[in-house]
């Protein structure tokens, strides 16, 4: 219960802005405005936000709702899986981040692996489709199904970037301080499944 807040302000979010782009009565417009902002005034008490921010974070979007995108790259070599230091907490993750509009799943992939690491690769499976809300991450504003994608490295080499301040390689039985925002200790056991076994059927949610 100590996050329901959250789910009911992401709940009339979405309702408000279903009701925005479909309803065409005036005053169902305004009702459905209302509710959007009772939603941005639940996530600006509960996070001591300020509303103008929680609004353009959280509420800044139009047309049917949907579940963002976030899509990882899990690279292997030597028995060891390839991690960045995440700038914005100082933990690790998989490279990765939101899916990009006019870019499909294996392109984005590509894209982040080689902004975040320096390596190129290419993609060569997907291993899982998860849902966060079905997992230990620390609470978030916005649904989100996360794709793992198996990569292979094509060449390139260990480079930070923008957003990332190291680039290592790591044991599973030796991880470093996790990210858990983007990724958790049981998700990264799970992708070590694959390694061990690559017929190792889709995960999903």
Same mark, same amino acid.
């Given at each position: 219960?100590?996050?329901?807040?959250?789910?009911?302000?992401? *709940?009339? &979010?979405?309702?408000?802005?279903?009701?925005?782009?479909?309803?065409?009565?005036?005053?169902?417009?305004?009702?459905?405005?209302?509710?959007?902002?009772?939603?941005?005034?639940?996530?600006?008490?509960?996070?001591?936000?300020?509303?103008?921010?929680?609004?353009?974070?959280?509420?800044?979007?139009?047309?049917?709702?949907?579940?963002?995108?976030?899509?990882?790259?899990?690279?292997?070599?030597?028995?060891?899986?390839?991690?960045?230091?995440?700038?914005?907490?100082?933990?690790?993750?998989?490279?990765?981040?939101?899916?990009?509009?006019?870019?499909?799943?294996?392109?984005?992939?590509?894209?982040?692996?080689? *902004?975040?690491?320096?390596?190129?690769?290419?993609?060569?499976?997907?291993?899982?489709?998860?849902?966060?809300?079905?997992?230990?991450?620390?609470?978030?504003?916005?649904?989100?199904?996360?794709?793992?994608?198996?990569?292979?490295?094509?060449?390139? &080499?260990?480079?930070?970037?923008?957003?990332?301040?190291?680039?290592?390689?790591?044991?599973?039985?030796?991880?470093?301080?996790?990210?858990?925002?983007?990724?958790?200790?049981? &998700?990264?056991?799970?992708?070590?499944?694959?390694?061990?076994?690559?017929?190792?059927?889709?995960?999903?949610?």
């Amino acid at each position: 219960m100590a996050c329901k807040w959250l789910d009911w302000a992401k *709940e009339l &979010q979405s309702m408000a802005q279903e009701g925005l782009t479909y309803s065409k009565d005036i005053y169902d417009l305004e009702r459905f405005e209302r509710l959007r902002q009772i939603s941005i005034e639940i996530m600006s008490e509960y996070t001591n936000m300020e509303m103008e921010i929680v609004k353009e974070l959280f509420a800044n979007e139009t047309g049917y709702a949907t579940p963002k995108v976030d899509i990882r790259a899990v690279v292997f070599k030597d028995n060891k899986i390839l991690m960045v230091r995440e700038k914005a907490d100082g933990g690790w993750s998989l490279p990765g981040g939101w899916a990009d509009i006019g870019l499909t799943p294996s392109e984005i992939v590509v894209k982040e692996a080689k *902004e975040e690491s320096g390596f190129d690769v290419k993609a060569t499976k997907l291993l899982a489709v998860l849902d966060k809300k079905c997992h230990p991450h620390p609470p978030s504003p916005y649904h989100v199904y996360k794709m793992f994608i198996q990569c292979e490295i094509i060449g390139g &080499q260990a480079k930070e970037g923008i957003e990332t301040s190291a680039v290592g390689f790591f044991d599973e039985n030796e991880l470093p301080k996790l990210s858990v925002e983007r990724n958790t200790d049981s &998700q990264i056991k799970m992708l070590f499944e694959y390694l061990r076994n690559p017929s190792k059927k889709v995960e999903y949610d």
